[in-house]
């Protein structure tokens, strides 16, 4: 039976993060086997999203110039290459970098392509709650799968990281080739990429989007980085399988709260979005007074519920007012270019505290506080965007 073009892009998507997430945790072994100091996998996580930062002045025109699923086919491509770098022995910084700039030509079409193939706002929200839960739940799998099988061979874990972009890249090809806008011009695009952005923050609806996403992905990716760390702390586990299972737990969380968005927050009120921005941080900021790995477990669980019905309801709006403004594509590039660069931030300074020995507990309370920050900008702003909505 043949699949619907929404359904192939599902799946073409679950492979590609499933693979993305596999190769984090195999770089984790490779950096333990190879006696890399510990911070060095700060320094690798780095090094995918200064991709996602240099090229989004670019991707954006790049997907919207070109049909979305050949964009979707070549970034996969290029993150296939990346792991073929891996297997040449090439520094793990180096070759998840490759993938970083296959997954930066990657997520415009991605998210961009579901106006083309949703046809109301409800159907949208619908469309983006799964392929959030799907990604996720792709980043909990390949999180385990990484880290188990990085543990039996690592040969075989790159080589099945390699399979399945193969595959996905075969699937690209039953996505519905949608035409792009062949008029597009890379230069002068790149050169309007400023006034998009600014175009997007002018607006209030989009700007609550924005800082809302950035400041959700920024946490994640610190929160993720610190766990690592924190697990054999706390809780004495230092096997790279068991951390990868339990770093993945906060992933069945996400899925859940991204599956459950539409019942909990409706898409034309999604303002009140940042209650669960306020539960993540209260989650968070219990960890370093835990020890027992039962609670560890459920607190992960609720970091990452909260933190999925936080996010998909922001994803949506701009995606939906986004298009219309300054066009799907771009819409993502600035997305992409906001959501990396404070990632790469937070994962740069959590870098350097990592660097000079300081505990995991400070930068897990250090990035709630930078959180909370944020979300207190949009408690702020909910007021004027209920009035307006």
């Not at 890379?186 to 924005?210: C, G, I, M, P, Q």
């Not at 930078?370 to 702020?380: D, E, K, R, S």
Request: proline share 4%.
């Amino acid at each position: 039976m043949k699949m619907k073009p929404i359904q192939t892009l599902y799946v073409t998507q679950f492979l590609s993060a499933f693979a993305d997430n596999m190769i984090l945790f195999i770089t984790l072994a490779i950096i333990k086997q190879n006696a890399y100091p510990d911070y060095y996998i700060g320094v690798v996580q780095a090094s995918f999203l200064v991709a996602f930062v240099v090229l989004a002045p670019f991707v954006g025109a790049f997907a919207d110039k070109n049909a979305k699923s050949h964009v979707l086919l070549v970034g996969n491509a290029i993150k296939a290459f990346g792991i073929l770098a891996l297997f040449m022995n090439l520094d793990p910084a180096i070759s998840y970098g490759i993938v970083g700039i296959g997954a930066a030509v990657y997520s415009p079409a991605k998210y961009g392509i579901l106006p083309s193939l949703t046809h109301s706002e409800s159907e949208l929200l619908r469309a983006n709650a799964r392929i959030e839960g799907y990604t996720i739940m792709a980043i909990l799998l390949g999180s385990v799968c990484g880290g188990l099988l990085a543990k039996f061979s690592l040969t075989g874990a790159i080589a099945a990281c390699f399979g399945l972009y193969f595959i996905s890249l075969i699937m690209t090809l039953q996505i519905p080739k949608i035409q792009g806008n062949p008029s597009i011009r890379y230069r002068k695009e790149a050169k309007l990429f400023t006034s998009d952005l600014a175009v997007l923050l002018k607006d209030r609806a989009t700007r609550f989007s924005l800082v809302g996403t950035g400041s959700f992905w920024m946490t994640s990716s610190v929160v993720r980085l610190a766990i690592i760390a924190w697990v054999p702390a706390h809780l004495g586990i230092q096997s790279v399988d068991q951390i990868s299972m339990l770093v993945a737990v906060t992933g069945i969380g996400i899925m859940t709260g991204a599956l459950m968005t539409p019942k909990l927050i409706p898409a034309r009120k999604y303002y009140n979005s940042y209650v669960f921005g306020l539960l993540m941080i209260v989650s968070i900021l219990l960890f370093p007074l835990i020890t027992n790995l039962y609670i560890t477990i459920a607190l992960l669980l609720l970091v990452g519920f909260s933190g999925g019905v936080f996010i998909v309801p922001m994803n949506t709006v701009l995606q939906h007012k986004g298009q219309g403004m300054v066009g799907a594509g771009k819409t993502i590039a600035v997305q992409n270019l906001i959501e990396n660069a404070m990632m790469l931030g937070g994962v740069t300074l959590y870098t350097q505290i990592a660097k000079v020995g300081i505990s995991p507990d400070f930068s897990i309370t250090g990035i709630a506080a930078i959180l909370a920050g944020f979300v207190g900008y949009l408690m702020l702003q909910r007021r004027q965007l209920k009035l307006a909505s």
